[in-house]
Each structure stands twice: as C-alpha cells, then as structure tokens.
T-cell receptor
Framework: AQTVTQSQPEMSVQEAETVTLSCTYD???????LFWYKQPPSRQMILVIR??????QNATENRFSVNFQKAAKSFSLKISDSQLGDAAMYFC?????????????FGQGTTLQVKP | KAGVTQTPRYLIKTRGQQVTLSCSPI?????VSWYQQTPGQGLQFLFE???????NKGNFPGRFSGRQFSNSRSEMNVSTLELGDSALYLC???????????????FGAGSRLTVL
C-alpha cells in the first residue's frame, strides 16, 4: 500500500521570503501523480501543483515549484515570495496513474504561517 | 462554470441517527469521490462513483454508503451515527484539463457534521 508522510506539522515564513515544505512517499508503482493541495481556514481544498512521475522536469506554477526526486521518493514544495494569503494547511497527495482515479492518499498536512 | 457544490454545509446530529450528504459535481464530470477529514485520522478516502457505479471503496464500515444518480450528483449516507463520525466530509469531482492537462480532482467546500 502507498503511504505519504509530511514530517513538518507546522512551518512559518516571513512575508516575501521563501519556504520549503517536505513530503516523502512510499510506493512500488512506477507511474503515479503527486499533488500539493492547499486548505485555507475556509476549508476549501485548492490544487496548488501537480507532478507526473514519468516527467523528469519539476513542475512550476507561478511562485510555487516542486523538487521531485523519484529515486528518493521525495516531493517538496517551494513557495517563493510568500504572501499572507499563502497561510493555510498544505497537503501532499499521491494518486496511482492507472485505475483508482478518484482515490488520493494524503499526508498528515503542514500548517504554514506567514508573518507580516 | 460552477464548482463542486456540497449540501448541507453544517449539520448537527445525535448518536444513533442517520445523515445524508449531497454533492453536485462540476458540469460534465462523471466521477465523484468522497473523503472524511478528522484531526486525528486526517484525510481518508471513503469511496468513488463513476457513471452510477461504485468504482472504489476505502476502509470504512458498512454504515457508510453512497450512490450516484444519472445526472452525476452523488449522496453519501451514514447510518447509526457515532461520536467518531464527527468530521468534515469532502466531495471531489474529476475531469477536465486541470493545471497540467490531465484529470484533476476539484473539491467542494465540505459538509461539517457534528455528532452529539
């Protein structure tokens, strides 16, 4: 069975600075997707970024980028130029590429605080 | 384009009662997944429906059930409520081109269930 681990329950960053959230996962599959979701206090889960395991290039979405290390089974999220609106809980998630389309396996989450 | 709509947003029940939650996916999405979110267990997959058929099921007791209608709207039901069923129940629909051009789960705002 696949597992996802986020070892940082809480992180804080100063506004305009950069922060990196860690995620490791375990799987025997070779093809899969990895995601970072953001959940602000409103509780709405918002997709931040996704990565396909077969792609070597790290995904980037504006201020958000990932460091995907397939061999190490590591998938960290870097937030550059942090903004107050980035404060939220961040979840790392895994999904198999074949079948189980709607099944995500989530990590425990990291609460990010952004200080003005 | 309307997002994923979940109703009701908040509800309070007592032990032993049953509850039905509703989820309307994004127009054109045929797959709906349900998740339970609690502080202790985090985000856990309940089940997924596609074209009115349950495609996958998580590790929950039989008190948790669901169904999907021909218009892709989905309901989940929890019978004989227990205190531990207090949680945020999230629904996600799947489809579209997402950030990187492949299937992406889009979540609703959730239904917050409190069992007294």
């Amino acid at each position: 069975a696949q597992t996802v681990t986020q070892s940082q329950p809480e992180m804080s960053v100063q506004e305009a600075e950069t922060v990196t959230l860690s995620c490791t996962y375990d799987t025997s599959e070779s093809d899969y997707y990895l995601f970072w979701y953001k959940q602000p206090p409103s509780r709405q889960m918002i997709l931040v970024i996704r990565q396909e395991a077969y792609k070597q290039q790290n995904a980037t979405e504006n201020r958000f980028s990932v460091n995907f290390q397939k061999a190490a089974k590591s998938f960290s999220l870097k937030i550059s130029d942090s903004q107050l609106g980035d404060a939220a809980m961040y979840f790392c998630a895994y999904r198999s590429m074949w079948g189980n389309t709607g099944k995500l396996i989530f990590g425990q989450g990291t609460t990010l605080q952004v200080k003005p | 384009k309307a997002g994923v709509t979940q109703t009701p947003r908040y509800l309070i029940k007592t032990r032993g009662q049953q509850v039905t939650l509703s989820c309307s996916p994004i127009s054109g999405h045929r797959s709906v997944s349900w998740y339970q979110q609690t502080p202790g267990q985090g985000l856990q997959f309940l089940f997924e429906y596609f074209s009115e058929t349950q495609r996958n099921k998580g590790n929950f007791p039989g008190r948790f059930s669901g169904r999907q209608f021909s218009n892709s709207r989905s309901e989940m039901n929890v019978s004989t409520l227990e205190l531990g069923d207090s949680a945020l129940y999230l629904c996600a629909s799947i489809g579209g081109q997402g950030i990187s051009g492949a299937n992406v789960l889009t979540f609703g705002a959730g239904s917050r269930l409190t069992v007294l």
